[in-house]
């Protein structure tokens, strides 16, 4: 008893009592303002929520209200479609458009049978087309052979002048008997006469040809188309001349 006596009567231990008292104050102020912050934002969350609903509420007023104007206009576009129906089956009616479909049946079936004659005429024509290419290619062939045969019945008409280098006693046509040039001519043996007349009659070369002591031993001189050749007595040596 003299023990619990004197630690009612100690100091420390009602200094302990007072400090346990404020602790419990303060957790018990700690508690409640925790508990007045859970509050303020339940009280927020609430406020966001109930605003976000008001929003949602207009939203689907406001998809009401054009769900109703679509279905009003909708409902106009049907009645005009069922005047259109009725106008267009009362002019079925008056017009006779079976006739006029069974017409219109006849002339596609037409139109396709003339497409299938304009199709067949196209692939007759594409066949001619290639005949008339391979006959083109005949008739050049023709051609270059009819050109052929024109040249050489040109050179048995008009033969060129013999390739030859010597001309004996008589007379001679330039381009007939040789071939136009400039030459250089002298005896082959023994002398003689050598003379030249040109186209137009006018003499060119008028030698003796030879070993003679009256002659030269040759003469230089230019043939021309058509010159007229004379020699007598020799035989002559055209030698091609510069």
Do not use: C
Not at 27 to 54: F, Y
Not at 116 to 138: A, F, H, P, W
């Amino acid at each position: 008893m003299k023990f619990f006596e004197g630690i009612w009567k100690s100091l420390w231990f009602w200094r302990g009592v007072s400090f346990f008292v404020m602790l419990l104050f303060v957790l018990t102020m700690v508690s409640a303002v925790n508990s007045s912050n859970e509050t303020e934002k339940l009280a927020a969350s609430l406020a966001k929520e109930t605003e976000n609903k008001d929003a949602a509420l207009t939203t689907i007023a406001e998809l009401e209200a054009h769900l109703d104007d679509e279905k009003e206009q909708s409902s106009n576009s049907i009645d005009k479609l069922e005047l259109v129906i009725e106008e267009l089956e009362a002019f079925i009616s008056e017009n006779e458009v079976d006739v006029l479909k069974e017409e219109l049946d006849q002339l596609t079936s037409e139109k396709e049978k003339t497409e299938g004659r304009i199709s067949k005429l196209e692939g007759d024509l594409e066949k001619q087309t290639k005949v008339m290419d391979e006959k083109d290619e005949e008739i050049s062939a023709l051609k270059e052979q009819i050109e052929e045969k024109n040249e050489e019945i040109s050179e048995l008409k008009n033969p060129p002048p013999p390739s030859t280098s010597k001309l004996g006693a008589g007379k001679w046509i330039a381009g007939e008997h040789i071939a136009p040039g400039r030459y250089t001519v002298s005896a082959e043996s023994g002398s003689g006469n050598f003379i030249v007349f040109s186209s137009s009659g006018r003499l060119e070369v008028n030698e003796i040809l030879g070993d003679g002591d009256w002659g030269v031993t040759d003469v230089t001189f230019t043939l021309s188309e058509e010159d007229e050749i004379e020699i007598s007595g020799i035989t002559v040596i055209f030698e091609e001349a510069d």
